[in-house]
């Protein structure tokens, strides 16, 4: 008996973190705008599906849709050691009257849906015009009909065909002189037009124009074989051969406008950027401590390809130290969204006012066909000295602001006077002294009685700031930035040898080949005379540390350098 209770309350134990994970439900639609007599289908996305127990109540959606069939799907993947089960119910649903239509909120699983927005327009005239009397055509569309070398374009091929298919494909198209990707997966929906309802494969395409001219699509083709109920050989999966194909295109792409200047060329139909991380009110800024800072650039219609690099400007009396960037692209509909993320560290390198310059971002707004202009604007912080590091005032001396005090009256009492023992502490100096003297020549002694090798002359360990040099070195080699991974190689090589404070020093001082090639390349990047595929060379040649000659070891002598010095 108590071994079948032991086996329930391990079966509960195992089950009770799957009944306690939390189920949530999204919604989306597979296209925000159809056509009065089009269908869309709604997916409810439900994670951890444990609780579910039968398909939602749909009555919410009867007023504004026809509800015309429901299909499930489900996944399961374990990442880690963690299992998570998805389940994903599909509603074909067909809207009831033009204007924009409200998805309310469904209760699937315990858990509610967010409300959706769905425009329906009404049925195009000349769309159901152009209907053929075939059972499979074509179509393909641009939008715009015109743009900018860079611009994206959205180039949609859709199919109809009634029936069934049992196979077929669609030619991908070819352009010369264009950057083209296939937005999304296709999507699948019903159509009416001209009374008859069609089933449609809708593939969109983003084309990037890389030159100015008329860029011209040829017609892509369709074939397949579409299966007849009527047929008896349709059992077998032997169907009629059935082509189709699109009209060939034409687009006029202009160049960039000749006023733009040397700037980079973005068209965009949206684009921001953000600096975020900075200090709260009443939260003090100190010299020494880092602030984490976030820059986030994005836009529609671009991919991350076409987007800037990310930098903080020149910041007086603070060093930058950026990390490595992060990139994406998305899609927006039928448009790219591009993005770009960095974080940086921002030290403070003095007490007082410490202003960060803004740094803007100009662009062409190609839905306007203006030049428009993104900015952080600029940002000023108060500094204060590092904990510990203010100076206090000495006693007697008055703060700073304070209104002095008058002088109290001096008593004319003489103060007894403390007779300290200087001749006991002078006895004992000289003592401690012989003693030194005595064991500094034993110790010689001892050494000429038994000579030991000389040890060999080995570099000193690296400092603790030599080790946050390097690491700022390693992050600059990531940014592209030439001079900064100058100016960081040169201060790491600083901490080390403080003898080394020009390139040709440094490179007299290596003894590796490799680093003094390294060196060099770096050199005539930063005077723009070399490309800008040396940062893996740069990196490679200095990842183990600076190979130094022997005959450039400092002296020993534990002095600081007469005269140091700041890198910037």
Same mark, same amino acid.
């Given at each position: 008996?108590?071994?079948?209770?032991?086996?329930?309350?391990?079966?509960?134990?195992?089950?009770?973190?799957?009944?306690?994970?939390?189920?949530?439900?999204?919604?989306?639609?597979?296209?925000?705008?159809?056509?009065?007599?089009?269908?869309?289908?709604?997916?409810?996305?439900?994670?951890?599906?444990?609780?579910?127990? @039968? +398909?939602?109540?749909?009555?919410?959606?009867?007023?504004?849709?026809?509800?015309?069939?429901?299909?499930?799907?489900?996944?399961?993947?374990?990442?880690?050691?963690?299992?998570?089960?998805?389940?994903?119910?599909?509603?074909?649903?067909?809207?009831?009257?033009?204007?924009?239509?409200?998805?309310?909120?469904?209760?699937?699983?315990? =858990?509610?849906?967010?409300?959706?927005?769905?425009?329906?327009?009404?049925?195009?005239?000349?769309? =159901?015009?152009?209907?053929?009397?075939?059972?499979?055509? +074509?179509?393909?569309?641009?939008?715009?009909?015109?743009?900018?070398?860079?611009?994206?374009?959205?180039?949609?091929?859709?199919?109809?065909?009634?029936?069934?298919?049992?196979?077929?494909?669609?030619?991908?198209?070819?352009?010369?002189?264009?950057?083209?990707?296939?937005?999304?997966?296709?999507?699948?929906?019903? *159509?009416?037009?001209?009374?008859?309802?069609?089933?449609?494969?809708?593939?969109?395409?983003?084309?990037?124009?890389?030159?100015?001219?008329?860029?011209?699509?040829?017609?892509?083709?369709?074939?397949?074989?579409?299966?007849?109920?009527?047929?008896?050989?349709?059992?077998? @999966?032997?169907?009629?051969?059935?082509?189709?194909?699109?009209?060939?295109?034409?687009?006029?792409?202009?160049?960039?406008?000749?006023?733009?200047?040397?700037?980079?060329?973005?068209?965009?139909?949206?684009?921001?950027?953000?600096?975020?991380?900075?200090?709260?009110?009443?939260?003090?800024?100190?010299?020494?401590q880092p602030i984490n800072l976030v820059m986030h650039l994005s836009a529609i219609g671009l991919p991350t390809a076409a987007l800037p690099s990310l930098s903080l400007p020149a910041v007086t009396g603070a060093q930058v130290y950026p990390d490595q960037p992060k990139t994406s692209t998305a899609s927006d509909g039928p448009w790219l969204a591009g993005s770009r993320q960095r974080a940086f560290a921002l030290v403070p390198e003095r007490a007082g006012t410490l202003t960060i310059p803004a740094t803007t971002v100009r662009w062409f707004d190609v839905t306007s066909g203006k030049a428009k202009m993104a900015e952080i604007p600029a940002h000023t912080l108060t500094v204060l000295p590092a904990a510990g590091g203010a100076s206090a005032s000495p006693p007697g001396m008055p703060a700073a602001g304070a209104t002095p005090k008058?002088?109290?009256?001096?008593?004319?009492?003489?103060?007894?006077?403390?007779?300290?023992?200087?001749?006991?502490?002078?006895?004992?100096?000289?003592?401690?002294?012989?003693?030194?003297?005595? %064991?500094?020549?034993?110790?010689?002694?001892?050494?000429?009685?038994? /000579? +030991?090798?000389?040890?060999?002359?080995?570099?000193? %360990?690296?400092?603790?700031?030599?080790? =946050?040099?390097?690491?700022?070195?390693? =992050? %600059?080699?990531?940014?592209?930035?030439?001079?900064? $991974?100058?100016?960081?190689?040169?201060?790491?090589?600083?901490? *080390?040898?403080?003898?080394?404070?020009? /390139?040709?020093?440094?490179?007299?001082?290596?003894?590796?080949?490799?680093?003094?090639?390294?060196?060099?390349?770096?050199? $005539?990047?930063?005077? @723009?005379?070399?490309?800008?595929?040396?940062?893996?060379?740069?990196?490679?040649?200095?990842?183990?540390?600076?190979?130094?000659?022997?005959?450039?070891?400092?002296?020993?002598?534990?002095?600081?350098?007469?005269?140091?010095?700041?890198?910037?």
């Open positions: 008996m108590g071994r079948r209770w032991c086996r329930v309350w391990l079966v509960l134990g195992l089950l009770l973190p799957a009944l306690a994970a939390a189920t949530t439900v999204t919604a989306t639609l597979d296209r925000s705008q159809v056509q009065l007599g089009d269908t869309v289908t709604l997916n409810l996305h439900v994670h951890g599906a444990s609780g579910f127990g @039968g +398909m939602p109540d749909l009555t919410p959606l009867a007023s504004d849709f026809d509800v015309l069939g429901q299909s499930q799907s489900s996944n399961l993947s374990i990442v880690n050691g963690r299992g998570s089960a998805e389940l994903v119910i599909g509603v074909v649903l067909r809207p009831r009257r033009v204007g924009t239509l409200t998805i309310p909120a469904l209760t699937v699983a315990g =858990a509610q849906t967010a409300p959706l927005q769905l425009a329906v327009t009404p049925p195009s005239a000349a769309s =159901a015009a152009a209907t053929p009397d075939r059972n499979v055509f +074509m179509q393909a569309t641009v939008t715009p009909q015109g743009g900018y070398v860079g611009q994206q374009l959205s180039y949609v091929v859709r199919l109809y065909y009634r029936g069934d298919l049992s196979r077929g494909t669609i030619d991908t198209p070819q352009v010369d002189g264009v950057a083209l990707d296939q937005v999304g997966k296709d999507l699948r929906y019903d *159509e009416t037009r001209g009374g008859r309802t069609w089933h449609v494969i809708e593939r969109d395409y983003a084309l990037v124009p890389q030159r100015a001219g008329t860029l011209t699509i040829p017609a892509l083709g369709f074939q397949g074989e579409a299966l007849d109920p009527n047929d008896p050989d349709s059992f077998f @999966g032997l169907g009629t051969t059935v082509t189709a194909s699109t009209s060939a295109l034409s687009v006029p792409v202009q160049a960039a406008p000749a006023d733009w200047g040397k700037t980079a060329w973005l068209p965009a139909r949206a684009l921001t950027l953000t600096l975020d991380g900075w200090p709260t009110a009443g939260t003090p800024v100190r010299v020494g008058p002088a109290a009256p001096v008593a004319t009492t003489p103060a007894p006077v403390r007779t300290f023992p200087w001749r006991w502490i002078a006895v004992a100096s000289v003592a401690l002294w012989l003693l030194s003297i005595l %064991a500094w020549w034993w110790q010689r002694r001892r050494r000429a009685l038994l /000579p +030991m090798p000389t040890p060999a002359r080995v570099a000193p %360990a690296l400092a603790p700031d030599a080790a =946050a040099l390097r690491r700022a070195f390693d =992050a %600059a080699v990531h940014s592209g930035d030439a001079g900064q $991974q100058l100016r960081s190689l040169l201060a790491w090589a600083h901490a *080390e040898r403080p003898a080394i404070r020009q /390139p040709g020093e440094l490179a007299a001082a290596l003894a590796n080949d490799a680093q003094r090639r390294a060196l060099a390349a770096l050199q $005539q990047r930063c005077y @723009g005379t070399g490309g800008d595929t040396g940062a893996t060379d740069l990196a490679k040649a200095f990842a183990h540390g600076f190979a130094w000659r022997r005959d450039t070891l400092p002296p020993d002598d534990g002095l600081p350098p007469l005269y140091p010095f700041e890198l910037k």
